[in-house]
């Protein structure tokens, strides 16, 4: 369910970790599986809550898991992603000034991101290595009791969901040189053993495409 509910801004005339711990006992008020803001594009794909583990195949899936939450006001992290990109973030609205971005936490990576779950809605990871249940569930414990979400980049022993692209296409100039326009890819969900969903999703913005309207048009062009 997505959400416009928007969080206040941090007061500049105080240090900026002393807010933001005091951010962190508020979450830890807050009932684990409450639903976070997500974009509508994926909202009914992908519904956050927190608490939980997410696992997506690319960078595109993970910033648009991450940007509802930072569009409502919420501060984001990102984890070993040393390909960060700025522009496609900005451009999903996901707000810079509240982001954290650790691109190499080397071999402290779990101890990183369990320090950035404790402050932060949202924190998206790429995990250098294979990870063991062991691991994965000191960070499970964590999000449940601070009330945050992880959004993996790469595979993780127990997910809420799974986001993956099956297929991807650009659009853009039929001759010549110019600018690419859109990015439109066929995505498809898992959760446990539900039968997969699938749905059709453009970019940039994150739209969800009517594909039956979709296949018509192209039957009729």
């Not at 195949?57 to 992290?77: K, N, Y």
């Not at 700025?86 to 990576?109: N, Y």
Request: a neutral charge.
């Amino acid at each position: 369910m997505s959400s416009s509910r928007s969080v206040a801004a941090l007061d500049p005339g105080r240090p900026v970790v002393e807010q933001l711990r005091e951010r962190m006992a508020a979450m830890e008020r807050k009932a684990a599986t409450q639903p976070v803001p997500t974009l509508p594009g994926v909202a009914d794909l992908v519904p956050l809550h927190a608490g939980a583990t997410y696992a997506v195949d690319s960078a595109s899936l993970a910033l648009a898991l991450a940007a509802g939450a930072s569009q409502a006001g919420e501060w984001v992290g990102f984890a070993g992603c040393a390909d960060f990109g700025v522009e496609a973030a900005a451009e999903l609205g996901i707000e810079l000034s509240r982001t954290v971005l650790v691109p190499d936490p080397g071999e402290h990576w779990l101890e990183v991101t369990a320090a950035l779950v404790d402050v932060l809605r949202v924190v998206v990871l790429r995990p250098p290595a294979s990870v063991d249940e062991r691991t994965a569930g000191i960070l499970d414990s964590r999000l449940r009791t601070r009330s945050s979400v992880l959004v993996v980049h790469g595979h993780w022993p127990r997910v809420e969901a799974s986001m993956s692209v099956e297929e991807s296409s650009w659009s853009g100039p039929t001759c010549g040189t110019g600018q690419l326009l859109e990015r439109r890819a066929r995505v498809v969900v898992r959760r446990g053993a539900r039968p997969p969903q699938r749905a059709d999703l453009t970019w940039p913005g994150v739209h969800r495409v009517d594909r039956q309207v979709h296949e018509i048009r192209r039957a009729s062009g």
